[in-house]
T-cell receptor, first 108, second 113 residues
Framework: TQLLEQSPQFLSIQEGENLTVYCNSS?????LQWYRQEPGEGPVLLVT???GGEVKKLKRLTFQFGDARKDSSLHITAAQPGDTGLYLC????????WGAGTKLIIKP | KAGVTQTPRYLIKTRGQQVTLSCSPI?????VSWYQQTPGQGLQFLFE???????NKGNFPGRFSGRQFSNSRSEMNVSTLELGDSALYLC????????????FGPGTRLTVL
């Protein structure tokens, strides 16, 4: 059974701080997607990484796919209250395998 | 393009009843997936439909079923509701593959009393 473990499960920090969220597996994925979900809404795709070692930047968010395509990280620089939400990673093989999510709260 | 729509948005049922939820995917999307989301279990995959056929299935009991129509619209049904079925049910559509970007609807919040 393929599993994706996300850590931490919950993170509450002050505005302006940096943070990193991890998504780890023992399985190799052909791609890895990151989503953000806000209360009352469905998840929305942030980025897809497909190449081992790939780094993608989305404003203050930096996504990295591990060299072996088994893990990924999301780094947020100078977090803002608007970054608050549930961050989900999903690994693609022949179907998507979902992590349990990281609930992030940024306090003003 | 209109996004994924789900109806109803909120539903309250009692144990033993059955419920049908509806999902209209983004125009042109042929794959529709259903998920159950609870605080304790996170996002759990129920099943995926493509061209009116169930292509993938998660680890849920047979009380959970679904179907897809020729226009790609999908419904899921839960029979003999249990208290533990209370959850947010999310529908997502994608172009073709189950691993393509998932476009989610706002979900149906089901409460079983």
């Amino acid at each position: 059974t393929q599993l994706l473990e996300q850590s931490p499960q919950f993170l509450s920090i002050q505005e302006g701080e940096n943070l990193t969220v991890y998504c780890n597996s023992s399985s190799v994925f052909s791609s890895l997607q990151w989503y953000r979900q806000e209360p009352g809404e469905g998840p929305v795709l942030l980025v897809t990484v497909v190449t081992g070692g790939e780094v993608k930047k989305l404003k203050r968010l930096t996504f990295q796919f591990g060299d072996a395509r088994k893990d990924s990280s999301l780094h947020i620089t100078a977090a803002q209250p608007g970054d608050t939400g549930l961050y989900l990673c999903a690994g693609g093989h022949y179907q998507l395998i979902w992590g349990a999510g990281t609930k992030l709260i940024i306090k003003p | 393009k209109a996004g994924v729509t789900q109806t109803p948005r909120y539903l309250i049922k009692t144990r033993g009843q059955q419920v049908t939820l509806s999902c209209s995917p983004i125009s042109g999307h042929r794959s529709v997936s259903w998920y159950q989301q609870t605080p304790g279990q996170g996002l759990q995959f129920l099943f995926e439909y493509f061209s009116e056929t169930q292509r993938n299935k998660g680890n849920f009991p047979g009380r959970f079923s679904g179907r897809q129509f020729s226009n790609s619209r999908s419904e899921m049904n839960v029979s003999t509701l249990e208290l533990g079925d209370s959850a947010l049910y999310l529908c997502a559509s994608s172009l073709v593959q189950a691993t393509d970007t998932q476009y989610f609807g706002p979900g149906t919040r089901l409460t079983v009393l």
